[in-house]
């Protein structure tokens, strides 16, 4: 086994793991935890009469690349029973969370990465995969439960889509200490709340139209459904994404965001605006 090969799937468990957990949450409403023993292979896990769900999934850059899951159906029954009626919706439902964390995963391994490493298609025709570079056991923990494991594997190409991390050149000092200055400037600002607004669409209506509005009356917005929508801070749009159900409310999955440092501008700009009218009501 190539040390780059199992460094490629230690860097995809540490942006899958968590993604997973939120993944499972929003669309059961249970609380779970993924632990890893560091033992490679399936062998010690797994009978040879066990029945396992195989989902791969493409991940691209200029190549592509496929991660697969081996999920024990005893994994998928205890993730999903509160949630579906029977086997087959088990199973669907299982999938859908599955390919949102892989998906929310390709978005958490693309920070500082261009292009952008993005999810392409998904292999659920339930065969076995191809020779992986690596496989790690994950361990499903839930509260009151025994642990339930889960296969994780990379296929050998996958580490070339993180490669541009370890290859990219070293900054000039100069630009260094003025990044570093600069993140330290940001970082006072990071406990500060912002009023985060979600946007549908927008409409413009003359003055008599919105003096007929009545309970009942449509307003038509300039967003057709299955456009994404806005997120607003202050104003400036922030990301955007789609409405998604999470235990009962209403929520935003992200699917696109301007960078860390523009968001942090963000924080700035309110700061000033915050200071500006504190002073505005001193001198009053």
Known sequence: MAH????ALQTFLEAWTAEFEKSVEMFTGQPVKLEYDGATGSG????AGDSI???GQIFERE???AVWIGTPVAT??????????DSAGREA???ELLQQSLEGAAHVLSSGLTPRIVCKQAIEDGSLPPDLA????????????????????????FAALLREKEQRPSEPLGDALSTSDESARLDRLVDLE??????????KLQIREVLKLTAGSLVELDHHVGEPVEIVVHGAVVARGEVVSVGGNYGVKIQEVISRKDRFALQSSAVTRATRVSHQAAGN
Not at 134 to 157: C, K, N, Q, S, Y
């Open 134 to 157: 690596d496989v790690e056991t994950a361990w499903l923990v839930m509260p009151g439960r025994e642990r339930f494991p889960i296969l994780v594997g990379v296929h050998p190409a």
């Open 194 to 203: 912002l009023p985060v607004s979600v946007v549908l669409g927008r409409a």
């Open 4 to 7: 780059g090969n199992q460094q």
């Open 53 to 55: 769900l195989w989902q």
């Open 63 to 65: 190549e592509g690349a």
């Open 93 to 95: 439902l299982y999938k």
């Open 44 to 47: 010690k896990t797994f009978d």
């Open 76 to 85: 998928c029954t205890a993730l999903t029973e509160t949630s579906a009626e």
